[in-house]
Each structure stands twice: as C-alpha cells, then as structure tokens.
C-alpha cells in the first residue's frame, strides 16, 4: 500500500490499540495469514502515541468514518473494528480486510491505494470521521 505520492502516509496508532492488534497478531491462526502481515507492516511504520494524546480526525480502531474511492467515484461509511466484531452488512469493516488495515492511522485528507479482492484498484481518501473513541474519551472500549 502506498500513498498517492508514492510513500506510505505516515500513520498514527494509539498504544491502546497497539497493544491490542500485536495480541492478536501474535495469534498462531494469524502468523502466516496475508491479512496479518499485512496489518504487521502498517504497524512497524507507526507513530505510535497515548490514547489522549491522537489528534482528531485520525482513523483508530472503532471509529466511524466516511471515505471516497476517487478512482471508481463511490463513497463508503465505515467503522473499524476487530475481527470478531466485524458485520460488512452494517459497514463494520475489519481491521484484518485490506481495506480495514489501509485505513487504520489515516487522517482526514490522507488517500491510500491498494487492489481489492479480484484486481480492483481502489484509492480512498478518509473524507470525514464521525466518531473516534480517544476523541469522544472513551478509551477503554
């Protein structure tokens, strides 16, 4: 996954968060599974800060957020969650999906590009983010 410009976005992560995704990581289900080493790579490149500390407007795990694929003009609400909660009816998109883990970090105005399931190019700006669990202090959920 790379940015528009080429180099990957820098991303952020709170040490909540961080802590719990290399839990699950270190699952030995999960040790060979592209989607974890997937989601490893974005994490070894992470900013990694305290729960209040993570600026509005970054995408954390259980945010709810809307994104743009500029490439195919299609917009998506999404809320990021771990694997076990994820329901795509509902957009609860999981951080193990590769549209979940391309979003994990981002902020506002930041445009990720990656290929979806079956070849697809996708390129989604994070547009808006409706709730954002450090913001709204809920930082034991």
């Not at 991303?11 to 909540?16: D, E, H, L, T, Y």
């Not at 809307?66 to 951080?95: I, M, Q, W």
């Not at 709730?131 to 930082?139: L, M, N, V």
Request: charged share 20%; proline share 8%.
């Amino acid at each position: 996954m790379t940015s528009h410009s080429g180099l990957p976005p820098s991303i952020i992560v709170s040490v909540r968060d961080m802590a719990r995704l290399e839990a699950l990581l270190d699952s030995p289900a999960l040790s060979r599974h592209p989607a974890a080493i997937a989601l490893s790579q974005e994490l070894e490149r992470a900013q990694v800060l305290p729960p209040e500390e993570i600026p509005e407007g970054i995408v954390t795990m259980h945010s709810r957020v809307d994104c743009e694929d500029e490439l195919n003009n299609e917009t998506h609400s999404l809320t990021l969650v771990y694997p076990h909660e994820a329901d795509f009816d509902k957009g609860r998109v999981s951080v193990l999906a590769p549209v979940g883990s391309a979003l994990l970090g981002l902020a506002i105005g930041q445009t990720i590009d990656w290929t979806a399931p079956g070849g697809r190019q996708l390129r989604l700006r994070v547009t808006a983010v409706h709730y954002q669990p450090e913001a709204a202090g809920d930082i034991h959920r």
